[in-house]
T-cell receptor, first 109, second 118 residues
Framework: GQNIDQPTEMTATEGAIVQINCTYQ??????LFWYQQHAGEAPTFLSY??LDGLEEKGRFSSFLSRSKGYSYLLLKELQMKDSASYLC??????????WGAGTKLIIKP | GAVVSQHPSRVICKSGTSVKIECRSL??????MFWYRQFPKQSLMLMAT?????????EQGVEKDKFLINHASLTLSTLTVTSAHPEDSSFYIC??????????????FGEGSRLTVL
């Protein structure tokens, strides 16, 4: 079956760095997305990785290792507004999106 | 950037009535649109994939006759919740894929529609 695993909840301190991990087992692979979702709102796109390595975009970076079925989202200089759920999404060989359950990130002052 | 507009954002209806939710891509053509529902504190659940000009593909467990999806044009998909009941109360979100970006791009999400059935 197809499966995406990510921690249910994480807590971090304002100004610090946090890494949210995602492991996946899917039928083929055509890319991995990270989305941010604030409570009661629609998700917003953060990153897309299809090749191995690190993609940096401002305070956010995303890493992919296809051989390990592993990705992480790295958030630096955490701000209170970063408190949200972070969704790991994999596109399989049929271009279907497989959604992780999301990681709720709580930022404390 | 690409914009997806969803309407209405909030709707309250009586049990037994039908509710239509619209999802429009404002500045791009979307050959594929996705409909999700989300219960409080839970992840998005894909309900169906809507392709322009053809029947929607429903996920297992989603009633086709209850959740009618129409994708009549490249910029509009509608979800109709027929004979709504209180258990249908949820947050419904649509997303669209830009046909010009192929399968390498992101999904663009509507703002979501909160349905409350009394």
């Amino acid at each position: 079956g197809q499966n995406i695993d990510q921690p249910t909840e994480m807590t971090a301190t304002e100004g610090a760095i946090v890494q949210i991990n995602c492991t996946y087992q899917t039928s083929g692979f055509n890319g991995l997305f990270w989305y941010q979702q604030h409570a009661g709102e629609a998700p917003t796109f953060l990153s897309y990785n299809v090749l191995d390595g690190l993609e940096e975009k401002g305070r956010f970076s995303s890493f992919l290792s296809r051989s390990k079925g592993y990705s992480y989202l790295l958030l630096k200089e955490l701000q209170m507004k970063d408190s949200a759920s972070y969704l790991c999404v994999v596109m399989d060989s049929n271009y279907q999106l497989i959604w992780g359950a999301g990681t709720k990130l709580i930022i404390k002052p | 950037g690409a914009v997806v507009s969803q309407h209405p954002s909030r709707v309250i209806c009586k049990s037994g009535t039908s509710v239509k939710i619209e999802c429009r891509s404002l500045d791009f053509q979307a050959t594929t649109m996705f409909w999700y529902r989300q219960f409080p504190k839970q992840s998005l659940m894909l309900m169906a994939t809507s392709n322009e000009g053809s029947k929607a593909t429903y996920e297992q467990g989603v009633e086709k006759d209850k959740f009618l999806i129409n994708h009549a044009s490249l910029t509009l998909s509608t979800l109709t919740v027929t004979s709504a009941h209180p258990e249908d109360s949820s947050f419904y979100i649509c997303s669209a894929r830009d046909r010009n970006r192929g399968d390498t791009g992101e999904l663009f999400f509507g703002e979501g529609s909160r349905l409350t059935v009394l």
